[in-house]
């Protein structure tokens, strides 16, 4: 009988957030242009969110949980990949993707402190940042614009006898040269980590991005294609990454359990490992120096109706970059537009825009008149990252030069693709462009 009645309240309580999210996340506020913000980036919920978010809290289980196990499996198979590992940011994916290069059950292949892994250094931090935490040292070579992504003419000279990896994002959900750097990769050994953080659905030649490499990773922040608040994935075809990525994801563990769950592995009480004694509890084994890094249930709730609504998210996001694209051409004596990579079909997250040098404005000023108008923009991130104040006296390499990088530091920007803008706002975001340009559109 009382689960009867736990079972009719939950429906009870079910109606209620579909009632309150009528009420709160009904119909948008009409736009005024000028007036209404335009964002570059941001969540769209509904009560599908709602609902699951608070099932999941009505569990009472909190932590990782069936609706994790669910959200896994589902963009497992969005994605064309047996594993998928869920981590509580995509900072973390990266850290847990390049740690996982790292551990001695690679024997030779192992990065090791000191050892080379090719980068960029015109996005965002957190795509080196591990690199650098682990006392390898980043190889940075320059990009190609209009595409913002690796130059993949330059990166087999800036290889050396000590590197050992290839850590590249698609940059605004543009692919990068996959042809090329998994070719590289395959002639000289190297392993290759594909930061996706801002590129679900992206394919290349028809396949999703991240399946490229051995590691794929992905950051469900809000401002990202799907969400679930803060959240990200680690994702590969290969088992024993996936047990390597697990290990460094739960505190290092030799093994692991599901939180609830003990002695999967058949073994917790018969084993010798390192130097402890006999039968010592697998439970309590560490393989690595690992991290806590799950993420709650309601999280997972949160991702796992956002992914439903995933492929919708996508083609409003070419949609809008299409657009866009077509209205700024008017402006293309004054800006660079951005041009897909050959063979590429992105799932864009952002439109990125570079001031040519006849431009009769400066960035700063352009910004400044957008901000005016209330058009959101970003810069690409780091810029140049040698520049950023943080990297002053890190260990690091450039091969080549970085004077494209040095562009995107001081003439890119991006404006918002994302699915809850509308044709009105993107008309908005244009037209404010135009005229502070002095262009005419026709």
Same mark, same amino acid.
Request: proline share 5%; charged share 20%; glycine share 8%.
């Given at each position: 009988?009382?689960?009867?009645?736990?079972?009719?309240?939950?429906?009870?309580?079910?109606?209620?957030?579909?009632?309150?999210?009528?009420?709160?996340?009904?119909?948008?506020?009409?736009?005024?242009?000028?007036?209404?913000?335009?964002?570059?980036?941001?969540?769209?919920?509904?009560?599908?969110?709602?609902?699951?978010?608070?099932?999941?809290?009505?569990?009472?289980?909190?932590?990782?949980?069936?609706?994790?196990?669910?959200?896994?499996?589902?963009?497992?198979?969005?994605?064309?990949?047996?594993?998928?590992?869920?981590?509580?940011?995509?900072?973390?994916?990266?850290?847990?993707?390049?740690?996982?290069?790292?551990?001695?059950?690679?024997?030779?292949?192992?990065?090791?402190?000191?050892?080379?892994?090719?980068?960029?250094?015109?996005?965002?931090?957190?795509?080196?940042?591990?690199?650098?935490?682990?006392?390898?040292?980043?190889?940075?070579?320059?990009?190609?614009?209009?595409?913002?992504?690796?130059?993949?003419?330059?990166?087999?000279?800036?290889?050396?006898?000590?590197?050992?990896?290839?850590?590249?994002?698609?940059?605004?959900?543009?692919?990068?040269?996959?042809?090329?750097?998994?070719?590289?990769?395959?002639?000289?050994?190297?392993?290759?980590?594909?930061?996706?953080?801002?590129?679900?659905?992206?394919?290349?030649?028809?396949?999703?991005?991240?399946?490229?490499?051995?590691?794929?990773?992905?950051?469900?922040?809000?401002?990202?294609?799907? *969400?679930? #608040?803060?959240?990200?994935?680690? %994702?590969?075809?290969?088992?024993? &990454? /996936?047990?390597? @990525?697990?290990?460094? =994801?739960?505190?290092?563990?030799?093994?692991?359990?599901?939180?609830?769950?003990?002695?999967?592995?058949?073994?917790?009480?018969?084993?010798?490992?390192?130097?402890?004694?006999?039968?010592?509890?697998?439970?309590?084994?560490?393989?690595?120096?690992?991290?806590?890094?799950?993420?709650?249930?309601?999280?997972?709730?949160?991702?796992?109706?956002?992914?439903?609504?995933?492929?919708?998210?996508?083609?409003?996001?070419?949609?809008?970059?299409?657009?866009?694209?077509?209205?700024?051409?008017?402006?293309?004596?004054?800006?660079?537009?951005?041009?897909? *990579?050959? #063979?590429?079909?992105?799932?864009? %997250?952002?439109?990125?825009?570079? &001031? /040519?040098?006849? @431009?009769?404005?400066? =960035?700063?000023?352009?910004?400044?008149?957008?901000?005016?108008?209330?058009?959101?923009?970003?810069?690409?991130?780091?810029?140049?990252?040698?520049?950023?104040?943080?990297?002053?006296?890190?260990?690091?390499?450039?091969?080549?030069?970085?004077?494209?990088?040095?562009?995107?530091?001081?003439?890119?920007?991006?404006?918002?693709?994302?699915?809850?803008?509308?044709?009105?706002?993107?008309?908005?975001?244009?037209?404010?462009?135009?005229?502070?340009?002095?262009?005419?559109?026709?």
């Amino acid at each position: 009988m009382a689960n009867e009645e736990a079972l009719q309240l939950r429906q009870r309580i079910a109606e209620l957030v579909d009632q309150y999210a009528a009420l709160t996340l009904g119909q948008p506020r009409p736009f005024e242009p000028g007036v209404s913000v335009v964002p570059p980036s941001g969540k769209l919920l509904d009560a599908a969110e709602l609902r699951l978010m608070v099932e999941a809290s009505l569990d009472g289980w909190l932590t990782t949980g069936r609706f994790n196990a669910a959200f896994e499996s589902g963009l497992a198979q969005f994605l064309g990949v047996p594993h998928v590992l869920t981590v509580n940011s995509g900072s973390s994916a990266n850290l847990v993707a390049f740690h996982t290069l790292t551990s001695p059950r690679l024997g030779e292949r192992a990065i090791r402190p000191g050892d080379e892994v090719i980068s960029v250094a015109a996005g965002f931090p957190t795509t080196v940042n591990p690199i650098l935490q682990f006392g390898a040292v980043p190889v940075f070579v320059d990009v190609d614009i209009p595409t913002y992504n690796v130059d993949a003419s330059l990166i087999e000279a800036a290889i050396g006898p000590r590197t050992k990896a290839i850590m590249l994002a698609h940059t605004l959900g543009n692919p990068f040269n996959l042809d090329v750097v998994t070719d590289l990769c395959r002639r000289h050994g190297l392993w290759l980590v594909e930061d996706c953080c801002d590129a679900l659905g992206s394919t290349y030649r028809g396949q999703k991005v991240g399946t490229f490499g051995d590691i794929g990773t992905l950051s469900f922040y809000p401002a990202h294609h799907i *969400t679930m #608040g803060e959240g990200g994935a680690v %994702f590969t075809r290969h088992d024993e &990454l /996936r047990r390597i @990525a697990e290990s460094f =994801r739960d505190w290092g563990r030799d093994c692991y359990c599901a939180p609830g769950k003990d002695n999967t592995c058949g073994r917790r009480f018969c084993q010798q490992l390192g130097q402890l004694p006999a039968g010592y509890d697998h439970k309590y084994t560490y393989s690595h120096l690992g991290y806590n890094l799950k993420i709650t249930d309601m999280q997972a709730a949160c991702g796992l109706a956002q992914l439903g609504k995933l492929e919708a998210f996508i083609a409003a996001r070419r949609r809008h970059f299409t657009f866009l694209h077509e209205r700024l051409r008017s402006c293309e004596e004054f800006l660079i537009l951005p041009q897909a *990579t050959a #063979g590429a079909e992105p799932s864009w %997250f952002g439109f990125p825009i570079t &001031l /040519r040098e006849e @431009a009769p404005v400066s =960035r700063l000023d352009l910004l400044t008149y957008l901000d005016q108008q209330r058009v959101g923009t970003r810069l690409l991130f780091a810029g140049n990252l040698t520049r950023q104040p943080y990297m002053q006296g890190r260990n690091y390499r450039v091969s080549g030069t970085l004077a494209r990088s040095d562009t995107v530091m001081s003439k890119t920007f991006w404006i918002g693709v994302q699915p809850a803008l509308t044709e009105p706002m993107l008309e908005h975001a244009a037209a404010s462009i135009e005229q502070y340009l002095g262009v005419r559109f026709d």
